[in-house]
């Protein structure tokens, strides 16, 4: 029996009720059934993003957006980007929404996801405190990390497997430092295994006048509690910071919304998606610059 023969029903109850207790009863059968009635028929999918897009505030600002131009519903679950592309494999989601390039490539080629679009960039920037007791600043992240190890210097770091995390990495390496179980060894080092606003606020609030910490400059720029915090080293080439997004492959998890989540992807890399991206601001300044390559 369908939501609406139910209603329908419900409601030729109601014409039939004389007790008014029953009358409220049965009335509020019929809003319930309708609504559920209504909710079955919204289509609706499941993203998994990171949390950089969902604690910078672009989901709250594109999501609307997408919605009075699709009418769908949209579930975003913010994780770091490890933790998203699992879930594309689990079949936990439709739509992957992510920045690791080559995490991305792979579950690709491992058939988990259908295609990879570039959606758009932003950058990486070293935070710390505003006095600089290590000396980092400049635009050298590989000699700004040396630095840090060099000093024993307070660092926060994601340690979560995120698209930032990744890229912290790297740049571990490219700086000629080793970091076994994912550490560069150091004993003020502090992985959290927490979302970017978790470490922000951890580095914000560490004795001493707060700690060093790898962000992307879209958190970074909607975060509030910056304490004595500013950005330290920005500008390397290296820090570029390029978002991609993949449909979950049905193949591999028939039970995936393919066809709506291919809306939502034709939607984020059409000119008017990626113009709904390049709007989004906070004090004036442009937090991601849409570079679609469909």
């Given at each position: 029996?369908s ?6 029903r419900a ?15 049965a ?8 609504a559920?009635a ?11 993003s ?23 519903d949209?579930r ?10 699992d ?5 936990d ?11 991305e ?6 058939g988990f ?13 070293l935070?710390?405190?505003?006095s600089d007791?290590?000396?980092?600043r ?17 660092v926060?770091?994601?340690g979560?497997?995120?698209?930032t995390?990744?890229a912290e990495?790297?740049?571990?390496k ?8 994912g ?8 992985a ?6 978790p470490a ?13 910490v ?6 970074w720029?909607?975060f ?10 920005e ?13 979950v ?7 995936t919304?393919v ?5 939502f992807?034709?939607w ?8 709904v991206?390049?709007s ?15």
């Open positions: 029996m939501g609406l023969s139910m209603a329908t409601i030729r109850f109601v014409g039939s009720v004389r007790s008014g207790r029953m009358l409220k009863a009335v509020g059968l019929v809003w319930i059934l309708a559920g209504s909710m079955a028929q919204t289509p609706s999918i499941v993203i998994a990171t949390t950089s897009t969902e604690q910078s505030g672009l989901f709250a600002h594109l999501l609307p957006e997408f919605k009075k131009a699709t009418g769908m949209v975003v679950v913010a994780v770091g980007t490890g933790q998203a592309i879930m594309g494999r689990r079949g989601a439709d739509v992957l929404f992510v920045h690791d390039q080559a995490a490539e792979k579950v690709v080629a491992e996801a259908i295609q990879r679009f570039a959606v758009m960039y932003n950058d990486f920037v935070v710390g405190p505003a007791p290590a000396g980092v400049g635009r050298d992240i590989a000699l700004a990390l040396k630095k840090l190890q060099a000093a024993n210097a307070n926060v770091s994601r979560d497997k995120s698209g995390h990744a990495l790297r740049y571990w490219t700086a000629g430092i080793e970091t076994p179980a550490t560069p060894g150091f004993a003020n080092y502090k959290c295994g927490c979302g970017m606003g922000l606020n951890i580095a914000a609030n560490t004795p001493g006048g707060g700690a060093y790898l962000a992307d400059r879209g958190t720029l909607s509030r509690n910056r304490a004595d915090l500013a950005v330290l080293v500008g390397d080439t290296r820090l570029f910071n390029q978002y991609g997004v993949m449909v492959n049905p193949a591999k998890h028939p039970h919304k066809a709506q989540a291919q809306k992807v034709d984020i890399v059409s000119p008017a998606g990626q113009a991206i390049a989004y601001r906070i004090h004036g300044e442009q937090l991601f610059f849409p570079n679609a390559t469909k």
